[in-house]
């Protein structure tokens, strides 16, 4: 495995390209999910099933895009990746109906996973080498997590600005003027991701020829299939992504039950962007100190914790010192996980030049919340008093947060020495 070889720039790159090419489908709608469902007519259910679009399309890409990136250098696949996305952008910007908007969704289901996921998760492992693996996926993660929060807060501050009164004052249609300057921005600063991926993220040559096959035949598959390691990581990222995708609800908890405005619903899923990187970066270093399939067990039973403290109800209106806290242990044991749990795949002894293909087939199972987390979360929220509703969300977070936990001391039973 090339170890140290690549410069501290690629992994910025790495970093600035892993987060743009999602701000599109996926950030805007956590930070601005109140002004979202306004904008577009949207109700939580709908909007759910604009994601299942997209998960259902993922679902299909994984595996055949994992073993697109053990034949392709990673800099190409991301860059066509990222511009194609922002393409998406242009007709997102224009409000279309739910129909138009189901399909926009399915086709960057394509764009950020056919061509985007397993590339990256490669090059991750690649700066990694063989001593940085937690540094690598931590500092991915964490990295990641900042351009997110940037982007919020620049989306935010966007949204402030061309807002022509205030914001408890404002129309629909103004509101929806105001937000299109968001989308259109988003969509530039991505396409201008692309081109420094395909201008500066290049690989020695001799590493891409360590890291890239002449051909992919089902021998390789099978050998992916026989790693024990493959079947645990499947539950793992499964349970962890369904956290994941509940911290979209969090600006919405915050205007349902916390009684924000629309703006401080935004700011606080912005909030929760920035306390992202720092968790990826501890998290990340404290791995590669001691042994990374411990912590990310550890990170599971934080998930767990925060979520009961939700689930349980004690969290309203008056206790807003709670509220923090109980967001900041949710978020650290969610990001801590994401951080880790392809931060393992070495201990897990799967090799290096079949990164892609394993992450294919890992992803086909572990990212499913992608289909049905959104419209669970959406059935919930919809069909019960709204307090009720947010509680039964976060139910169904601590029980995906327990077996995941049952799985990471599995892994760490058996890779953790």
């Known amino acids: ?16 390209a892993g987060e743009s090419v999602f ?94 996921w397993a590339p990256m998760i490669k090059a991750t ?21 900042l351009v997110g929060a940037l982007f919020g807060a620049l989306g935010v501050l966007v949204f402030s600005w061309f807002l022509p009164v205030d914001v408890s004052r404002a129309t629909q249609d103004q509101s929806q003027d105001a937000f ?30 360590v890291i890239v096959l002449d051909r992919i035949s ?9 790693q024990p390691a493959v079947w645990l990581l499947m539950v793992i990222i499964l349970c962890a992504y369904v956290g994941y995708k509940i911290t979209d609800v969090f600006s919405l908890y915050a205007q349902d039950i916390m009684l924000y405005d629309q703006v401080q619903a935004a700011q606080l899923g912005t909030f929760l962007l920035f306390i992202r990187p720092v968790v990826g970066v501890l998290i990340g270093t404290l791995a590669d100190r001691g042994r990374i399939t411990f912590w990310l067990f550890c990170s599971s039973i934080i998930a767990t914790i925060g979520a009961l403290l939700f689930a349980t109800g004690l969290i309203n209106a008056n206790t807003t010192l709670l509220f923090f ?6 978020a650290t044991g969610v990001y801590a996980a994401r951080a880790l749990y392809f931060g393992v795949m070495q201990s897990g002894k799967i090799p290096l030049v079949l990164t892609g293909t394993a992450v294919g087939i890992i992803s086909l199972v572990g990212f499913t919340p992608d289909i049905f987390a959104g419209p669970a979360m959406g059935y919930f929220l919809d ?29 760490h039973r058996r890779y953790g020495k």
């Open 180 to 209: 299109r300057y968001v989308i259109l921005a988003s969509s530039g600063i991505v396409s201008v991701a692309g081109l420094l991926v395909w201008l500066w993220m290049k690989l020695d040559q001799k590493i891409e020829k």
């Open 125 to 145: 492992r690649v700066w990694g080498g063989t001593a940085s693996q937690g540094k690598a996926f931590g500092f991915l993660d964490g990295g990641r997590g």
């Open 383 to 411: 069909r019960s008093p709204v307090a009720a509703g947010h509680q039964q969300v976060f139910w169904m977070l601590a029980g995906f947060s327990i077996c995941g936990s049952i799985a990471a001391y599995s892994y």
């Open 218 to 226: 089902l021998t390789q598959v099978r050998e992916v299939l026989r």
């Open 1 to 16: 495995m090339p170890n140290g070889k690549a410069p501290w720039y690629y992994l910025l790159l790495l970093i600035l």
């Open 325 to 330: 806290v109980s967001t900041l242990i949710v």
């Open 23 to 116: 701000i599109l489908p996926f950030v805007i709608p956590r930070v601005f999910r109140p002004t979202v469902l306004q904008a577009f007519n949207l109700n939580n259910v709908e909007l759910g099933l604009c994601f299942s679009v997209y998960g259902a399309v993922a679902l299909l890409s994984y595996p055949l895009g994992g073993p697109l990136a053990d034949k392709y250098p990673p800099r190409k696949l991301i860059a066509f990746a990222l511009w194609a996305t922002a393409l998406g952008g242009l007709l997102f910007a224009t409000f279309p109906g739910f129909t138009t908007l189901r399909l926009l969704y399915g086709y960057w289901g394509f764009t950020t996973i056919f061509l985007f």
